[in-house]
């Protein structure tokens, strides 16, 4: 995982300091979000109550945020829609979720082989995201940021780069043999000589969020974020089983994340 992080850090200061030099006239705003992760991947049983609950996990991030509203002397800049309306946030993400099998197949109730080789196999995903987005406010930003304890909604879309570790074992022994490993994860899949692979990789995926902030004070903000991403793999999350053979696993990985913010307006 290093050696793809230390190029995506490479990345956002450099274009930090491309952004400021490019929008040296408009106002920044910086803050931190956390909270909790749902993975959406080829462990568990699909649609199962159990399954969304149990492969959960924990992100972390660091926003920047251009305000088009004000200038970098924070006074207003001209009335367009844009401006009052669009906010561009890039982004410095981690997330990392334990997953496993859930569902009827693993009940405990089941003693087959098969059912035990589910049981067993557990699996994990780290993965830090560096992207940007742009958020448009229904409600004029300048109202809101003006009124201390005043709501502003917002929606967004965007697109980030994605490096990951993925990792997956079993309790019963070394996966890729009969004794250990379910049937549909020993077959070739896209490439690789199984259905499971622990590998590091990069990834791009799409964003797109629905949130609101709170106006906290006149330099800072309280921010809620629903964010779904969808990765353009099925590989972050270690499982692939064929998708030609099991078409229900055909679908890429994805995540839902719920977090919460503070924002600081920079002036």
């Not at 990951?164 to 070739?188: D, V, W």
């Amino acid at each position: 995982m290093a050696r793809h992080i230390i190029p995506l850090l490479v990345l956002i200061f450099g274009f930090s300091n491309n952004s400021n030099a490019q929008f040296d006239g408009f106002s920044h705003e910086v803050g931190v979000v956390v909270g909790p992760i749902a993975f959406q991947s080829d462990y568990g049983e699909r649609y199962d109550f159990s399954t969304n609950a149990g492969n959960t996990g924990i992100g972390i991030g660091l926003v920047h945020y251009l305000n088009f509203t004000y200038d970098s002397d924070f006074n207003y800049t001209s009335r367009t829609f844009f401006n009052q309306h669009f906010k561009l946030r890039t982004e410095l993400s981690y997330n990392k979720t334990n997953l496993k099998h859930f569902g009827e197949y693993v009940d405990p109730s089941k003693n087959s082989l098969g059912a035990q080789q589910l049981r067993a196999m557990t699996g994990s995903t780290a993965v830090a995201n560096l992207g940007m987005q742009l958020e448009f406010y229904p409600w004029n930003i300048r109202d809101f940021t003006a009124e201390t304890g005043s709501f502003a909604p917002f929606v967004s879309l965007g697109g980030q780069f994605s490096a990951y570790n993925a990792k997956a074992e079993s309790s019963l022994g070394p996966l890729g043999n009969a004794a250990t490993t379910f049937p549909k994860y020993l077959t070739p899949s896209e490439g690789r000589p199984y259905g499971f692979s622990s590998e590091q990789g990069t990834v791009w995926s799409v964003v797109s969020s629905v949130g609101s902030r709170y106006k906290l004070t006149d330099s800072g903000d309280l921010m809620v974020d629903l964010r779904f991403q969808y990765f353009f793999s099925n590989w972050v999350d270690g499982l692939n089983p064929n998708p030609k053979i099991y078409k229900e696993n055909k679908a890429n990985d994805w995540l839902v994340w719920f977090n919460v913010g503070y924002i600081h307006y920079l002036n």
